[in-house]
């Protein structure tokens, strides 16, 4: 293999070990082991999918009657099929998020505690009786 020369000092102890990964990895690349190993895995992972392959064949054909019970499908017009949308999305829950119910927050008396007295909201009509009153 043909090799760059660096320009600086080589460090004798770095050398020394990419000759050792040069040397393992070129009777890693010779061994016959490594090609049994990765074809042995493709091997094991194809019997697996056929062995998957043939159970999901299984679970199909033991379903059949289930697919026959549900008969014909009808045919509806468009408006049918809108109807039939929005009766399914009807089903769905809907989704709140906080903003879309606000609950006013009131204070509230714990027990042992005392607050403050609130004013009374009034009405404007009850007001101009009471002005009137007086």
């Excluded at 049918?80 to 879309?100: D, E, F, G, I, N």
């Excluded at 009405?123 to 009153?133: C, G, I, M, P, T």
Aim: charge should be negative; proline fraction near 8%; include cysteine.
């Amino acid at each position: 293999m043909p090799q760059a020369q660096p320009s600086g000092p080589i460090d004798p102890k770095l050398e020394a070990r990419l000759a050792l990964l040069e040397e393992v990895f070129c009777k890693f690349a010779r061994d016959e082991a490594t090609q049994n190993v990765i074809g042995g895995g493709f091997s094991n992972v194809a019997d697996q999918l056929e062995s998957m392959t043939r159970y999901l064949q299984g679970i199909n054909e033991q379903m059949a009657p289930l697919r026959q019970l549900s008969g014909p499908k009808a045919n509806l017009d468009h408006d049918q099929r809108v109807r039939l949308k929005y009766l399914v999305k009807s089903l769905t829950a809907p989704r709140w998020t906080l903003a879309a119910v606000s609950i006013p927050e009131l204070p509230v008396r714990y027990i042992g505690q005392s607050l403050p007295e609130q004013p009374l909201m009034a009405l404007d009509e009850d007001v101009q009786e009471r002005s009137a009153a007086q």
